[in-house]
C-alpha cells in the first residue's frame, strides 16, 4: 500500500502519500512541542529569559570555538581527513653482487616481453580491467619499465 517496486530495482521506493504521511506527523510533533515550550518560556521573568539566553550563548558558541581551535590545532589523524603519503620511488640501479649495475639481454628481452604482454591486455575487455586494477595496484609501473629500458639503452 505505502511502497511501489520499481521494475528495475529490487529495492522497495516509498509511495508520495506515505511521504505525506510521515512529514504532516512530524510538523504535528514539532509544533506540539514549540506550543509546550512556548507555554514554559512565556512563565519565566524576564531575568531569567536573560540567563538562558546567556547559557544558551556560551554553550553553543563555546563549543563552536572549540571546534575550530580543535580543527585547527589537530596533529593527529582522524577521520574524515585525507592524509597525503609519499610514494616509493623505483630504485634506478639494481643492486646485485659487487658494483655490476648493469641490465643483460636476457633481463631487457624479459623487460620488453612483459611490456609487450601488459599493452596485449589492453585488446580485450577482460584485459582491460585487469590493465586497470594492476595500474591502480602499482600507478609507476610503466615508468619503471620505461626507466629500465633507457638504462638499458644508454649502457
Given at each position: 500500500?505505502?511502497?511501489?517496486?520499481?521494475?528495475?530495482?529490487?529495492?522497495?521506493?516509498?509511495?508520495?502519500?506515505?511521504?505525506?504521511?510521515?512529514?504532516?506527523?512530524?510538523?504535528?510533533?514539532?509544533?506540539?512541542?514549540?506550543?509546550?515550550?512556548?507555554?514554559?518560556?512565556?512563565?519565566?521573568?524576564?531575568?531569567?529569559?536573560?540567563?538562558?539566553?546567556?547559557?544558551?550563548?556560551?554553550?553553543?558558541?563555546?563549543?563552536?570555538?572549540?571546534?575550530?581551535?580543535?580543527?585547527?590545532?589537530?596533529?593527529t589523524k582522524r577521520?574524515?581527513?585525507?592524509?597525503i603519503a609519499e610514494?616509493?620511488?623505483?630504485?634506478?640501479?639494481?643492486?646485485?653482487?659487487?658494483?655490476?649495475?648493469?641490465?643483460?639481454?636476457?633481463?631487457?628481452?624479459?623487460?620488453?616481453?612483459?611490456?609487450?604482454?601488459?599493452?596485449?591486455l589492453n585488446k580485450?575487455?577482460?584485459?582491460?580491467?585487469?590493465?586497470?586494477?594492476?595500474?591502480?595496484?602499482?600507478?609507476?609501473?610503466?615508468?619503471?619499465?620505461?626507466?629500465?629500458?633507457?638504462?638499458?639503452?644508454?649502457?
Open positions: 500500500m505505502f511502497f511501489i517496486k520499481h521494475k528495475n530495482e529490487n529495492k522497495l521506493m516509498p509511495t508520495a502519500s506515505a511521504l505525506q504521511a510521515i512529514a504532516s506527523r512530524w510538523v504535528r510533533c514539532k509544533k506540539r512541542i514549540a506550543a509546550f515550550l512556548q507555554v514554559r518560556f512565556e512563565q519565566l521573568s524576564s531575568r531569567k529569559k536573560n540567563v538562558c539566553l546567556l547559557i544558551f550563548c556560551l554553550l553553543f558558541g563555546g563549543s563552536s570555538a572549540l571546534l575550530v581551535v580543535n580543527a585547527l590545532n589537530s596533529k577521520a574524515g581527513t585525507i592524509s610514494s616509493v620511488k623505483p630504485q634506478v640501479f639494481l643492486k646485485r653482487s659487487g658494483s655490476d649495475s648493469t641490465i643483460t639481454k636476457k633481463e631487457y628481452d624479459r623487460i620488453e616481453r612483459y611490456k609487450t604482454d601488459i599493452l596485449e580485450t575487455k577482460e584485459g582491460q580491467t585487469l590493465l586497470d586494477s594492476l595500474l591502480s595496484e602499482r600507478p609507476e609501473l610503466m615508468d619503471s619499465i620505461a626507466l629500465l629500458e633507457n638504462i638499458y639503452l644508454s649502457q
